[in-house]
């Protein structure tokens, strides 16, 4: 404006003199015209379209936000089930464990007193199988003991003493004499 303000000033003073830095008047008007022209199309039609560019743009990064939130508290939800799984493992495992060490402990107490129980009737079948034989010693030691002293008496009372009962009676009463002093000597030392 300082250039139309100096076109003006210039022509009242009545210089006709043309500067050739100074465009004539019609120039400057045309331009400001064409330049009103270019801003009116500019901000009826560019502006909109940059302006829904910049708008979509906008959204776009607005969408993007709320899915990085989303994503993050889904994240978040997945941490915090992930958390909660690997705690109810770890107590499930120490459940497992615990039950493993209670039931390990219930078998071995099982296993000894089954193995305890196999030994007492092992024993006791052995002292039965001992005693038997023991029976079976002392009448076959009696039978043996008493043909001995059958016949050692035979010999001694120089008769024969072939009478099964009275042969029964005299050796029966000497293996009851000498169990007696067996009896009585182990009786003193005890």
Do not use: C
């Not at 015209?33 to 270019?38: E, L, N, S």
Request: no cysteine; hydrophobic share 45%.
């Amino acid at each position: 404006m300082t250039a139309l303000s100096l076109v003006v000033a210039a022509e009242e003073h009545g210089e006709s003199s043309a500067n050739p830095l100074i465009p004539a008047p019609y120039d400057i008007l045309w331009s400001a015209i064409i330049f009103v022209i270019i801003v009116v199309v500019f901000m009826k039609v560019l502006l909109p379209k940059m302006q829904a560019v910049l708008d979509e743009r906008a959204e776009k990064i607005e969408g993007g936000l709320k899915k990085a939130e989303e994503a993050q508290s889904e994240a978040a939800a997945a941490l915090e089930e992930y958390t909660a799984q690997l705690t109810e493992a770890r107590a499930e495992a120490a459940r497992i464990r615990e039950d493993a060490r209670s039931e390990a402990t219930a078998i071995v107490s099982d296993s000894r007193t089954a193995a305890s129980d196999d030994a007492k009737r092992i024993v006791e079948t052995a002292h039965k199988q001992i005693e038997a034989e023991r029976q079976q010693a002392i009448v076959s030691l009696r039978a043996e003991v008493g043909s001995l002293a059958t016949e050692l008496a035979s010999r001694i009372v120089g008769e024969s003493l072939a009478d099964d009962a009275r042969q029964q009676r005299i050796i029966d009463g000497f293996l009851d004499s000498l169990e007696a002093s067996v009896n009585d000597k182990q009786k003193a030392e005890g």
